[in-house]
């Protein structure tokens, strides 16, 4: 689903970008930070270079799975149960219009337990880095992520130690 931060980010960028200075957003622990309107956006939305990266860290960009159940909403911040420790991953590219000229980005991602327990996979996320600032008056900044779509599996995959599975990951609209 994708979250109402992205959804302000987009809309700031794309159609306020002349009036609005900063936005505020949840960054991946669910403090309030401000996200910069003016240029500060690195790749996104323009590129799709942070979802070619996997990543198993709370603040950083790409994509990130998690083990979670509860079901996304356009309040999430971020996933549910990050998956941090005994995993490795890669991802391939593919781009794609729809029937109304929708950009549609499927992400092929191969996650491999590198662990000597097993894992289950439910819940898959899209990340960026913004450029942010604590408070509205503060106008020192640093990079934060911000979760632009979390989505839950179809049904889990249990990774048993070394084994691989690959996810195929649709984002329509939010990738250019």
């Known amino acids: 689903m994708i979250t109402k931060y992205a959804k302000k980010v987009l809309s700031a960028v794309l159609f306020a970008y002349e009036n609005i200075s900063l936005i505020p957003v949840k960054r991946y622990d669910g403090d309030v930070a401000y996200a910069s309107a003016y ?3 690195g ?3 323009y590129s799709m270079s942070s979802i070619t990266f996997f ?3 709370n603040n950083s960009s790409g994509i990130k799975i998690g083990s979670g159940s509860a079901i996304p909403t356009e309040d999430d911040y971020n996933l549910d149960e990050l998956i941090t420790d005994g995993v490795t ?5 593919n781009r794609s219009t729809d029937e109304n000229g929708n950009t549609i980005t499927t992400a092929l991602v191969t996650v491999t337990n590198n662990g000597n327990a097993e894992i289950t996979l439910t819940e898959i996320g899209y990340f960026v880095l913004l450029k942010c600032s604590s408070t509205i008056e503060s106008t020192a900044s640093n990079n934060q992520a911000v979760m632009i779509d979390r989505t839950l599996l179809s049904a889990p995959i249990i990774l048993s130690t070394n084994d691989t599975a690959t996810i195929e990951y649709k984002l329509s609209g939010i990738c250019g």
């Open 39 to 41: 240029g500060a956006f």
């Open 89 to 93: 991953g890669s991802i391939t590219l």
């Open 43 to 45: 790749s996104w939305p």
């Open 55 to 57: 990543s198993t860290s």
